[in-house]
């Protein structure tokens, strides 16, 4: 099993917003088809909020959406559009972390699983997904 944390780097594509986060090299990924995610084709990965580090003056280039129930905090650089992470709803103690928004050839292995976000409670009972925000000695899950 290859559940040992490694540092993963990322950010937006004007870079104004950089992080770090640490993560598996190997990951579960989801694909998420509710009415935000599907429109940006978003798929993102879950870590326990303090394995995630925003780094430098990236603050200050990010804004917030919400919509809904506003539990998920859909951040997004104001200077490219990006979203490279946010506070998802089902996970408001963690982060989600764009997939795509990692730096290439941080990862050997992403298994995409797929989330109903259309029918949301269902999803969020069956897949578990509240899980991937909880830090535990086995993280390969
Ligand atoms: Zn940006």
Known sequence: MDSELVLHSGGCHCKKARWRVYAPSSIVSWDCNCSDCSMRQNIHFIVPSE??????DSKEFLMT???GTHTAKHTFCK???ITSFYIPRS????IAVTLRCIDP??????EIKCFDGQNW???YKQTGI????????????
């Open 51 to 56: 394995r995630f580090e925003l780094l430098g």
């Open 65 to 67: 959406y919400t919509f």
């Open 79 to 81: 200077v490219c559009g």
């Open 91 to 94: 996970n408001p103690d963690g």
């Open 105 to 110: 050839g941080m990862l050997t292995h992403v």
């Open 121 to 123: 409670e269902g999803s």
């Open 130 to 141: 509240a899980l991937c925000s909880k830090a535990t000695d086995e993280d390969s899950k």
